[in-house]
């Protein structure tokens, strides 16, 4: 069964799942022989591993979809990667939903910030300005008609918190179609095929 349906069906259940963050093929194995549910590859652990910086929008999608490949075929639980913006406008979230698939990710998320983003957990910068709601609907849609292999596409808004260093766990939930199908016109069978990251109230590390 592919890791897309696994996910979906945990998501679809209302578990809560559990996805600490990898940064290489042994970190992602030893997640998975510790018992988790699925895997997540993040732009902090990754930019810190690879290139020793802090994470400031340094690392491209070469690498980050390198790394993703590399933990998809070491592992047999699914692979949630973070797919930044998208890696450029609309145009770019359509090539980086079809590599993030052939990549093997059972899921991507994007983020609703301008390029280049700053980590928002990062004290001492300013936080990366929104995009428009105009602008980030065109991305969802891209994202949305593009995916072939029923690959999830998550909002990942940023964490507005005082604190920085404070970390909210995420749990993926259904969208209220509403006013963001109204926006590009999806039809009902996509409602599931899009999902949003809500904070929870309690603090945990995730990277």
């Known amino acids: 069964m592919r890791q897309t349906i696994t996910l979906r069906r945990m998501v679809e259940s209302r578990k809560t799942v559990i996805a600490p963050g990898a940064y290489d093929a042994f970190s992602a194995m030893l997640v998975e022989k510790a018992g988790f549910d699925a895997i997540y590859v993040g732009s902090f652990a990754t930019e810190a591993a690879l290139l020793g910086k802090p994470d400031l929008a340094l690392m491209g999608k070469v690498e980050r979809l390198w790394i993703a490949r590399n933990i998809v075929k070491a592992v047999n639980i699914p692979v949630i990667a973070d797919a930044e913006e998208g890696f450029g406008n609309a145009l770019g979230v359509i090539e980086t939903v079809r590599d993030f698939e052939a990549a093997g990710a059972a899921a991507i998320h994007l983020d609703d910030e301008r390029i280049p ?3 928002p957990m990062l004290s001492g910068l300013p936080y990366t300005p929104l995009l428009s709601v105009d602008e980030m609907c065109g991305k969802i849609e891209a994202a949305v008609h593009t995916h072939a292999t029923g690959l999830e596409v998550a909002l990942h808004p940023p964490l507005r918190d005082d604190e920085h260093a404070q970390i909210r766990p995420l749990q993926l939930e259904p969208i ?10 999806l039809e009902q069978p996509h409602q599931h095929q899009v ?8 603090h945990a590390a995730d990277h």
């Open 176 to 185: 209220e179609v509403g006013d963001v199908q109204r926006q590009f016109g």
């Open 195 to 202: 999902r949003q990251v809500r904070g929870h109230d309690h």
């Open 117 to 119: 983003s700053r980590c």
